[in-house]
């Protein structure tokens, strides 16, 4: 039997939409085709919006779906029950019903209980931790990932869709003056450089050291080590030019951003030249067609802008841009330990807070086919399913004595973008049976995992001493 299409009541969503496009019920029937009795009975949630209106509202108003859907922040959803099933709320038995309405209902208020649950643990646990930092390691990672400068930028990021449209724009032009589609990048790049007054230098590893890149301004010299790859050292230079070319936006989007933490001020404006950079060496307008038109290919796509792997997929996580989209994807960056060191979404993909990966998600198995890719449908707890793609990268640096490190990358999106992809040919979506997965252990309730590391926080530890099941942890679970 074919899985029933979920039923979204989207009725506040719409009234607050056709508001600020200051349109009737009647104007907004009329421009999507629709009758005016439909709107009516969408907005006071009597009628599910169908997939069509979906498609059809994005289509006229130049909106992603995920922006309308129950489910569009998913990361707030995640963030929220989480929260709930702190042992010292005493909720046990909420469901993911009353846990969508108050989402539905009260976003504004759900996401100021996240940030005053996360105030609290950081107070109980901050203490503790200063008393004896190694006494509990799962314990002072919950306390470093709430109190780290990087939670704080991975949030702004996150509530732009990991696009900014300024320099975005801006590296566009610069890669259309320099004409980067006809030049060697390396040779144009290095020009513009050279017009700042400003000479690039290829040094021996023994000189550099531990350093890839270091830029001195008395001798206005920008230093890079040999170990880097040519598509490293473009980037690199890329960094350079948004620093001395686009320090006022850069230094506009910081101060709107209200971080306030002096270490999280200068990680904003290290990701924001980053992200100056992969958009000079990829610009939108030229990629976007090349995505579409090689269906996103990572690897081609690699070769045609003289991009790594890492820096092509996470690049394609941030084609958001209004009238122009991409397929909204997710970024993760993980170690052999499975801690994700780096993350984006420009869709509605939820991740954890704290912890690690669930074990059962491909990005762990990428290890075991190096440079090989890996699919895989997953589906998250609360049913949204997901196309995932992984594979490994090795990170610049590497000698005889000292090898470079091995990373996984993953890149996914909603199934129902899975057909545009061209990772997804010969794969049955109608028929694959999706893999479940949690956010981690600790989150995850899902009974009878072998894979899993913890009981959840919120259940009660249940041992049976006569019997020994594939699980190693049992919990009590709700009825």
């Known amino acids: 039997m074919a899985p029933r299409a979920e039923k979204l009541i989207i009725g506040p969503r719409l009234r607050v939409l056709r508001n600020s496009l200051g349109l009737t019920q ?135 869709r990991n696009h900014v449209a300024g320099l975005d724009r801006a590296a566009e ?29 290829i040094l021996p590893a023994e000189v550099m050291g531990d350093q890839l890149r270091r830029f001195d301004l008395h001798r206005k010299e920008l230093m890079l080590s040999e170990l880097l790859s040519q598509s490293s050292r473009r980037f690199q230079i890329g960094v350079l030019l948004a620093r001395l070319e686009q320090e006022a936006a850069i230094a506009d989007l910081v101060r709107d951003a209200g971080l306030s933490d002096p270490a999280a001020v200068s990680l904003m404006r290290v990701s924001l030249a980053n992200y100056f950079a992969a958009a000079l060496l990829m610009p939108y307008g030229r990629f976007l067609a090349a995505c579409e038109s090689t269906r996103y290919d990572v690897e081609l796509l690699s070769h045609r802008f003289g ?55 491909n ?47 993953g890149l996914g999106c909603d199934v129902a973008y899975a057909p545009r992809l061209v990772y997804a040919d010969g794969i049955d979506l109608g028929r694959t049976r999706p893999v479940d997965v949690g956010l981690n252990c600790y989150l995850c309730e899902r009974p009878n995992c072998a894979a899993r590391a913890n009981p959840p926080i919120n259940r009660r530890l249940q041992v049976n001493e006569r019997e020994r099941s594939l699980a190693i942890f049992s919990f009590e679970k709700i009825a």
Request: hydrophobic content about 40%; aromatic content about 8%.
């Open 26 to 160: 009647g104007q907004m029937a009329a421009e999507l085709g629709v009758s005016p009795s439909y709107i009516t009975l969408i907005e006071a949630d009597q009628r599910p919006a169908s997939a069509r209106f979906l498609m059809k509202l994005a289509e006229v108003y130049d909106l992603n779906i995920s922006e309308l859907a129950p489910a569009s922040d998913a990361q707030l959803a995640a963030d929220f029950g989480a929260a709930l099933k702190d042992p010292a709320l005493e909720l046990a038995g909420v469901s993911r019903s009353e846990i969508a309405a108050v989402l539905q209902a009260s976003p504004k208020l759900a996401a100021a209980f996240v940030r005053l649950h996360d105030r609290y643990r950081e107070t109980v646990l901050r203490p503790q931790a200063d008393d004896n930092p190694l006494t509990d390691r799962d314990k002072v990672e919950v306390l470093a990932e709430t109190s780290r400068p990087v939670d704080g930028v991975r949030q702004w990021f996150y509530e732009h």
């Open 173 to 201: 032009a610069l890669a259309d003056e320099l004409q980067l589609h006809r030049s060697e990048p390396h040779i144009a790049l290095s020009g513009r450089l050279s017009a700042h007054g400003i000479r690039t230098r």
């Open 307 to 361: 991009s790594s792997y890492e820096q092509t997929a996470h690049r394609m996580s941030t084609l958001q841009r209004e009238g122009a989209r991409g397929i909204p994807f997710f970024f993760v960056r993980v170690d052999r330990a499975g801690n994700m060191t780096k993350r984006f979404s420009a869709g509605r993909f939820p991740f954890s807070r704290f912890g690690g990966t669930c074990p059962l998600w």
């Open 363 to 409: 990005i762990h198995a990428a290890f075991d086919t190096p440079d090989q890719v890996q699919t895989q449908v997953i589906r998250m707890p609360e049913g949204a399913s997901y196309f995932s793609i992984a594979r490994t990268v090795t990170r610049a640096g590497g000698t005889h004595g000292d090898p470079a490190q091995r990373l996984a990358i």
